[in-house]
């Protein structure tokens, strides 16, 4: 395996590939390994790049649990990468991408056969988002080439992620870019007509009108219906 090719351990090589810096007078992004220390603020990062895509898929879309993404951090196989630009004091995250070299988590579903019988080597593209303020700037394509990178010096045949069908900004991001579907796992519903559980409402009544009192202070006494004959 070459140097290049050997998978770096997590927290090291953290050093960005170029120092953040402006050329020509155009601000560069630098891509470097995530850190400890960088977990809580990269955490935020995530919850904010997906507020909007969630708002509108069923499955929550991205980052999963922060207890998750902390347990990826200790996990082998895994790459954390950030992408920054510099700011007035020290650098600000603008993009963050995961993968896998393998099928990772208690909780996933993917079915590893699929890729063997298929002699694919896949590179699980985990997370790619890019901060809110900074996309349709080529972040996203940086992050995506980046992979691509590491998948081909990995030796790895494909890459392979899983989006929301109506998360139509990265879905035609990702065809502009020739990915195409493998799978097709589909959220289907059909509106059921339902009874509520709880009657309507109803109208209270009016209150009755208080009894008028004898004189004396004691209630008038009742008339009584005639018997019937
Ligand atoms: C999908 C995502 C990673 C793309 O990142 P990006 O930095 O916007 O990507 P780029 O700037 O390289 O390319 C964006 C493309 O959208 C186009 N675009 C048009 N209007 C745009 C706008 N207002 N904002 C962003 N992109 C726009 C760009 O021109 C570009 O087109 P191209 O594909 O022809 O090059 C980013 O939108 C994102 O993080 N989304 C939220 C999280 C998410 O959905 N992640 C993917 C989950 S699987």
């Known amino acids: 395996m070459s140097d290049e090719a050997k998978p770096a351990e997590k927290g090291e090589d953290t050093k960005p590939t170029r120092t953040a810096r402006k050329a020509h007078g ?10 400890r220390r960088d977990l809580n603020k990269t955490w935020e990062f995530l919850k904010l790049c997906f507020r909007e895509v969630n708002r509108d898929t069923v499955e929550y879309q991205r980052p999963r649990s922060k207890k998750r993404f902390l347990e990826v ?7 954390q990468l950030l992408f920054e630009v510099p700011k007035a004091e020290g650098t600000e995250i603008v993009g963050y991408a995961e993968c896998a070299f393998e099928v990772t988590g208690s909780d996933n579903w993917m079915n590893e056969s699929f890729f063997t019988r298929r002699d694919m080597r896949p590179m699980f593209v985990e ?3 890019v901060h809110p303020s900074y996309q349709g700037r080529g972040v996203g394509s ?6 691509e990178h590491l998948a081909r010096v990995r030796g790895c045949t494909h890459l392979v992620l899983e989006v929301a069908e109506n998360n139509r900004r990265a879905l035609q991001f990702y065809r502009a870019r020739h990915f195409q579907k493998l799978d097709a796992a589909l ?9 509520g559980e709880l009657l309507a409402p ?7 009108a208080a009894e008028p009192k004898a004189p004396g202070g004691a209630a008038a006494p009742k008339t009584r219906r005639p018997k019937a004959r």
């Open 202 to 208: 109803r109208p209270l009544k009016p209150r009755k």
């Open 26 to 35: 155009q601000t560069e992004v630098t891509v470097r390994r995530i850190h």
């Open 73 to 79: 951090y200790e996990e082998e196989g895994i790459e």
């Open 142 to 147: 940086f992050l995506l080439e980046q992979l």
């Open 127 to 129: 997370e790619l988002a």
């Open 187 to 195: 959220f289907l519903s059909k509106r059921i007509n339902t009874e």
